[in-house]
């Protein structure tokens, strides 16, 4: 049984941050556990942590009571009903927007999914990309578009994206649009997302769960730029 909570992450990861995100909001004390994938072997391939999530991905959460649980997203809900205080949820004598907050969430993988294609410009260049995965970028960058036209209209409602009060939507949220500016994508064109963006990034939580490293002003590297060259040369 472990001595005490643990949270298991790799740096920059979204489904990661997500949960760093939820355990500060809720005040939760917690050791960070760093794995490295970036080099091999993979820290998330050792038996130890295949022991704990035989899938190999992050994050994985054990309690003090020896309880596991991974992904993400059912982490976050996980946390909420065993730690209501602060909830991160709104209450269910405001339906609408327990339903939002809820279904928010849900839609946040959505938008890392349409995002995810263009992460193959990592692999190889603009100039180097096969004709099946250059069109699969395209179509990520304009999807992108309109996730973000979709988040913009849902931002101009509430001070969060789900609600006035932040919740769990936000956890879910916000690190997919903060690693996707992180890779280059401007929020100009959308001023409400901007505003929220800035909103969150200034809470203790996302400050203490930004990833180690990474800088605000900087995208490294610039995939949306490499997708706008390789829709011109098309």
């Not at 065993?82 to 269910?92: E, K, T």
């Not at 997302?193 to 900087?218: C, F, I, N, Q």
Request: proline share 9%; aromatic share 8%; glycine share 6%.
């Amino acid at each position: 049984m472990s001595a005490q909570r643990t949270v298991y992450f790799v740096n920059g990861s979204i489904s990661s941050w997500r949960v760093l995100m939820a355990a500060h909001e809720k005040g939760l004390a917690f050791e960070p556990r760093r794995l490295r994938v970036m080099r091999e072997p993979r820290e998330t391939r050792t038996p130890e942590f295949l022991a704990l999530n035989p899938r190999g991905q992050a994050p994985v959460l054990v309690e003090p009571d020896g309880a596991v649980m991974n992904e993400s997203l059912a982490i976050l809900m996980y946390l909420e009903l065993r730690y209501p205080d602060p909830p991160l949820l709104p209450p269910l004598a405001e339906p609408g927007a327990l339903a939002r907050a809820l279904a928010f969430a849900q839609e946040s993988e959505a938008t890392a999914c349409v995002y995810d294609p263009l992460e193959g410009l990592f692999e190889a260049g603009p100039e180097a990309v096969s004709p099946d995965r250059r069109a699969a970028i395209l179509g990520a960058l304009s999807g992108v578009e309109r996730e973000l036209a979709l988040w913009d209209a849902r931002a101009q409602k509430t001070q969060f994206i789900a609600s006035d009060a932040f919740t769990l939507a936000d956890c879910a949220f916000y690190p997919v649009l903060a690693y996707m500016q992180r890779r280059g994508l401007s929020l100009a064109g959308h001023p409400a997302l901007d505003a929220y963006e800035r909103r969150v990034r200034g809470r203790p939580s996302a400050v203490a769960s930004y990833p180690e490293g990474w800088s605000h002003d900087r995208a490294r590297p610039d995939l949306f730029a490499q997708a706008r060259a390789l829709a011109a040369a098309t």
